[in-house]
């Protein structure tokens, strides 16, 4: 058959029988959760509740690691996707599925029993990774669309046998989430697996041509891809081709666990109530106490220095000359007689010191002080004025 990939709806305890190495799908279908619920008080908006579901491995917070769970929007069926690998054949795996209905809070569970079969080719030696551009994840998991594209691998591929391995968003790889303009989408990246080699049309993505219009961020020339044009925009500067055939195994040697590393299996066996209780005295010493004292000690050499080994004016007087204590006294009543003499002026220069225009005869009168004012030249005591008597007049005849 084209397409081996398993597809079930979602019933309460439903058991179903994937392959491992086969891309598994499964859908939670809304319209048989609805039944769970009361009804709507209104007819017909019954099919308007929004109604989210969550899933786990029984007994745990989170899925398996190889199963996937996604739903776009609270009006959209659930689907669980993966791939599950060979160490899981033969283990039952139960995943608890809650439906919880957003408009009454009300919840019911079922469970889903994946029971892991084994096939006889797994896996296949040849695999191819596409990477769609024009899809989204839950596009892309629908079993018509699914179909349409492993239809097409197998005309330019023309395998005996050929499985969808798994399929991956494009956003867990790196990519960025569209702008929602112009109907752009995630993109998916799909692995199938064949039992033949690679044909000639997907080695051409090898070629050295090909090659340099990739790092040019230029497509490819690629004969086969208008079998794909109509429906699926494959950029295939990103296919990867993998024959695990020539793959080298790479084996990692765990070292030995040592003497405080449990062994893998076994019960935690914990200390007793009866060990000593530990002594911090020595821990609060060297924590606290000797820090503290060299701070202490550090204290007291500085207060000492600071308060007890100052000279004094008196010491530093004595050492200095006689004379050099003369000529800074002499300096210093100078300076106070000065300043005080500037306080006690009473001799107030003018407002203006420029030079006074008469608008009538047109002379300059130059200013009562001038810059060049001496005030050197001018007595300590001003001369006062007394006017002359008769007795000065008869001195001044007689002489």
Request: glycine share 6%; hydrophobic share 35%.
């Amino acid at each position: 058959t084209l397409l081996v990939t398993i597809l079930s709806r979602s019933h309460a305890d439903r058991n179903v029988y994937p392959s491992a190495g086969v891309l598994f799908v499964h859908v939670l279908e809304r319209e048989y959760f609805k039944g769970e619920f009361p009804p709507y008080p209104k007819s017909g908006d019954a099919s308007n509740d929004p109604i989210t579901f969550n899933t786990n491995l029984m007994g745990y917070p989170d899925r398996p690691g190889w199963l996937r769970y996604i739903q776009r929007t609270p009006h959209s069926d659930g689907v669980l996707y993966g791939s599950p690998t060979a160490e899981h054949v033969g283990k039952p795996t139960v995943i608890e599925i809650t439906a919880y209905n957003r408009r009454t809070f009300e919840t019911a569970r079922h469970n889903l029993v994946i029971n892991i079969m084994a096939t006889e080719e797994f896996p296949l030696p040849y695999q191819a990774e596409f990477y769609i551009k024009n899809m989204n994840v839950e596009e892309m998991l629908a079993s018509e669309v699914l179909g349409d594209f492993l239809g097409a691998v197998k005309n330019v591929w023309q395998p005996e046998r050929l499985n969808a391995i798994n399929i991956t968003s494009a956003l867990d790889r790196g990519g960025r989430v569209p702008l929602p303009i112009n109907n752009l989408k995630e993109g998916v990246y799909v692995m199938v697996g064949a039992d033949v080699p690679f044909s000639s049309c997907l080695r051409e993505v090898e070629s050295p041509h090909n090659q340099l219009r990739c790092s040019q961020e230029m497509e490819p020339v690629i004969s086969c891809d208008k079998k794909f044009r109509a429906q699926f925009h494959i950029d295939w500067c990103k296919i990867s081709l993998v024959d695990i055939t020539k793959v080298i195994p790479v084996y990692i040697n765990r070292p030995d666990p040592g003497t405080g590393i449990l062994p893998e299996f076994g019960e935690y066996d914990p200390p007793s109530e009866s060990l000593k209780s530990r002594d911090y005295f020595a821990d609060f010493l060297v924590t606290l106490a000797i820090p503290s004292a060299v701070a202490l000690v550090l204290f007291f050499i500085l207060g000492y220095t600071m308060c007890c080994r100052r000279e004094g004016v008196e010491k530093r007087n004595m050492q200095t000359p006689d004379i050099q204590l003369v000529h800074h006294s002499s300096i210093q009543k100078s300076t106070k007689e000065l300043r005080s003499m500037s306080k006690n002026r009473e001799i107030s220069w003018p407002l203006s010191t420029l030079p006074v225009f008469n608008p009538v005869s047109g002379e300059v009168v130059p200013p009562i002080h001038p810059d060049n004012y001496e005030t050197t030249s001018m007595p300590l005591m001003q001369t006062q004025t007394v006017q002359s008597g008769p007795w000065d007049e008869f001195v001044k005849c007689k002489n």
